[in-house]
């Protein structure tokens, strides 16, 4: 009988299948419209100041409705993804964005923007959150934080991607940069490969839908050719739905690992958004032109497909929690240095490391955040507090605006390294370790009850003793 254990027993000892590749390849290409899409009206925003007549204002008002629909996308999202599915959710929240990605081209005025990125930010942060669980729950536990890496590293290529070509097309007229925003909606085209995906063995499982799990798992055997044996694994109880509903979410064991996520999210996003959505304006504002801020801004954003790539070598053997505090502490540094040189060579130097570093910190994240929480609460918990971050976003960039009017450019990236080096305060003392576990393992020590602790997955064994 299918249990929680068995299934992640059976699930980690599968090599990497032709069927794990392939959900890597399509997910990694919904991924790379989806952070193009995240930054394209970023790249859009000093061409409304000059040709709609954008303020500085107003494109914190804009930008401040996209955060808003992504906290709503992946709160909500989350816990729709939870009862419906990872599969559907990620078929419904990637159309989503893709769609109105393309509505976003028809935008004529701020009330209008308004209304588009809103609907945008909903389904992008849906689909983040979707996708991040589905890796998580899929992935065999001794590669799952590697194949997150190689997802987020291809998708993070859609930065430079839509930054040079809005680099390319802003420029050569008054509405050019309309085509921008029908480049994001490109993933439309991945629907087909992601309704072919099996959906989470996992979460079949804790819906008690124990025959499609096991066809599912032997269809994943099958084209795994010889394995070892299934390793022992406790008797567990039966198949119960397990906790679920936000309230679990603030109630005991759960409500320490919400709120210490939710301080991590909180302040990773705006710190990210607070360098990486205003450097082109802020540059703009300061003196340099439309194109060469543009251009600036294209070459730093080279750094965030290697960032993604240098998670790959240290996620599945360092673990999570070291890694992040180190990364948290150089973005720090290097947001502040960019922050004071005003040298072309100096601030694409350090602008490479800070989205180089941004990334690597986003890729060991994405990875950590959903491990902490158990099945029936994993994307619900997640979407909840990946989605905090982006509603204290909602005021991220008003902040940003008020601090450059007020105290100058030098002062907002004061506030962007305050930012990341309360992130690594935070995880440095409350974060637990994880890495190379079954996900039942860890969510048991963070409070799932009705998961049994498997004694072949001791702390002891591990790479430590959780707080």
């Known amino acids: 009988m299918l249990t929680p254990f068995t299934t992640a027993a ?11 590749k392939f959900a890597l390849a399509t997910l990694a290409f919904v991924f790379l419209f989806e952070f193009g899409d995240l930054n394209t009206f970023a790249y859009v ?17 804009v930008t401040s409705a996209a955060f808003l629909g992504m906290a709503v996308g992946a709160a909500f999202g989350g816990r729709v993804s939870d009862l419906i599915g990872r599969k559907r959710a990620l078929l419904c929240s990637t159309s989503l964005f893709s769609v109105f990605s393309l509505v976003n081209a028809a935008g004529f005025n701020v009330p209008s923007f308004v209304v588009f990125r809103f609907l945008s930010g909903v389904g992008l942060s849906a689909m983040v959150v979707a996708a991040t ?52 909606s490109a993933a439309l085209l991945a629907l087909p490969a992601l309704a072919a995906l099996p ?30 044996p299934i390793a022992d694994a406790p ?11 936000y309230r679990q979410l603030f109630t005991s064991p759960y409500g320490r690992t919400t709120l210490f996520l939710a301080v991590v999210w909180i302040f990773q996003t705006l710190g990210f958004y607070g360098f990486v959505a205003w450097v082109p304006t802020l540059l703009t504002q300061h003196g340099f032109s439309v194109a060469k801020s543009l251009g600036f801004s294209a070459l730093t ?32 540094a290097s947001g502040l240095a960019y922050g004071l040189t005003f040298n072309p060579v100096a601030i694409v130097v350090f602008g490479f490391c800070v989205n180089l570093l941004i990334q690597t910190f986003a890729t060991l994240l994405y990875t950590y955040s959903p491990e902490l929480f158990p099945t029936g609460l994993r994307n619900a918990g997640h979407g909840l507090v990946y989605g905090t971050g982006r509603l204290a976003n909602i005021f ?36 637990p370790r994880t890495g190379k576990r079954p996900l039942e393992t860890l969510s048991a020590r963070t409070g799932a009850a009705a998961e049994p602790k498997n004694p072949l997955h001791t702390t002891e064994n591990a790479e430590g003793t959780l707080r």
């Open 396 to 431: 991220g960039p008003m902040l940003v605006a008020s601090i450059f009017a007020g105290l100058g450019y030098q002062a907002v990236f004061v506030y962007i390294a305050a930012c990341w080096l309360i992130v690594a305060l935070a995880i440095a003392v409350f974060g």
């Open 301 to 332: 954003t080279i750094g965030a497909v290697p960032g993604a790539l240098l998670a790959w070598p240290v996620t599945d053997r360092l673990g999570r929690k070291l890694p992040l505090v180190v990364v948290a502490l150089a973005t720090a």
């Open 199 to 228: 959906e989470s063995p996992r979460w079949l499982v804790h819906r008690d839908r124990l025959p499609a799990a096991e066809a599912v798992l032997e269809k994943l055997e099958r084209r795994a050719g010889p394995l070892p």
């Open 10 to 20: 059976r699930l980690d000892r599968l090599p990497i299948t032709r069927a794990h």
């Open 45 to 61: 925003a000093p061409a409304l100041v000059k040709h709609l007549g954008f303020s500085v204002s107003d494109v914190a008002v």
């Open 133 to 184: 669980t589905y890796i998580s729950e899929v992935m065999p536990a001794a590669r799952r934080g590697r194949m997150q890496s190689a997802v987020m590293a291809v998708g993070l290529a859609g930065i430079p991607f839509m930054s040079f070509s809005a680099r390319g097309i802003v420029p050569l007229g008054s509405g050019s940069w309309r085509l921008v925003f029908v480049l994001g």
């Open 235 to 245: 008797a567990g109880p039966p198949v119960k739905a397990g906790p679920s509903g």
